[in-house]
């Protein structure tokens, strides 16, 4: 029997830094499975469009599809605007089997790209006592999404940072700069930013302007496309693919 179409569900944007981060992630992940067929669509900007794509599997004859939203938390586009998109193409397409994949985040793959782009960054872990960390999201209005933030934040404390703070690039408070500054009136000696967000863009670039205009001494890149998020979209694909109770045997 094949597998199912792994759709990975992308908000796309005019910045063509993001589609190509994506498509690279995705190359990635056909990389790690050899054979498991990976569409790309987007929400919009981007072309090809979400029912594009669902119009040409069906076409050619795919019959079941995991759609996989390429978001971090569970917010509006992951809680309606990817359903009702997916809503309608079940109407029009009767034929495909679609079913929606749950969000990257949480997730210790996700810590894990963290880390690695923090190292990366020149983040060394015998700094980390005498270190704040600022984990600067795209932001959300909804509260779910912001609460997860906070709380992947306080487990972050944990790991060795002297200090841990949330950060958000729109619809939340507080901002880059503001965390990173108030970290250093708590008498942090150094301060390292890192994004929570999976590629480049307009909000990715204005978390990169706060820490810059504040200070912070290590800068971190986006998560990208590290092994261990591509891991991390076929983890999630084979949780939407196998029924509960049940066990993976390919």
């Not at 390429?70 to 586009?77: I, K, M, Q």
């Not at 306080?154 to 950060?167: D, F, K």
């Not at 496309?225 to 693919?241: G, H, I, K, Q, T």
Request: aromatic share 2%.
């Amino acid at each position: 029997m094949s597998h199912p179409v792994l759709l990975v569900i992308a908000h796309g944007s005019r910045d063509p830094r993001h589609a190509a981060t994506v498509h690279a992630l995705t190359e990635r992940v056909r990389a790690q499975r050899p054979g498991l067929r990976v569409e790309t669509g987007f929400l919009e900007f981007n072309a090809p469009s979400v029912p594009r794509v669902l119009e040409r599997l069906a076409a050619e004859g795919a019959d079941e599809i995991i759609a996989l939203p390429l978001l971090l938390t569970r917010a509006f586009h992951a809680k309606t605007d990817i359903p009702s998109v997916l809503r309608e193409a079940r109407a029009r397409l009767p034929r495909l089997h679609i079913r929606q994949a749950d969000v990257l985040g949480p997730s210790s793959l996700l810590n894990a790209t963290l880390d690695r782009r923090l190292r990366e960054a020149g983040a060394r872990p015998g700094d980390l006592p005498r270190t704040g960390l600022v984990l600067a999201s795209a932001g959300s209005t909804d509260p779910e999404a912001i609460a997860v933030i906070a709380e992947i934040a306080r487990e972050l404390r944990h790991t060795g940072w002297c200090a841990v703070r949330p950060a958000f690039a729109s619809a939340a408070l507080p901002r880059t700069e503001d965390a990173v500054r108030a970290l250093r009136a708590e008498g942090v000696d150094r301060v390292a930013v890192a994004p929570y967000v999976i590629a480049p863009g307009r909000l990715p670039d204005r978390i990169a302007a706060g820490a810059e205009a504040a200070g912070a001494d290590v800068l971190a890149d986006v998560l990208g496309p590290a092994p261990e998020l591509a891991r991390l979209l076929l983890d999630r694909y084979d949780e939407a693919r196998v029924p509960v109770g049940a066990s993976l045997s390919a």
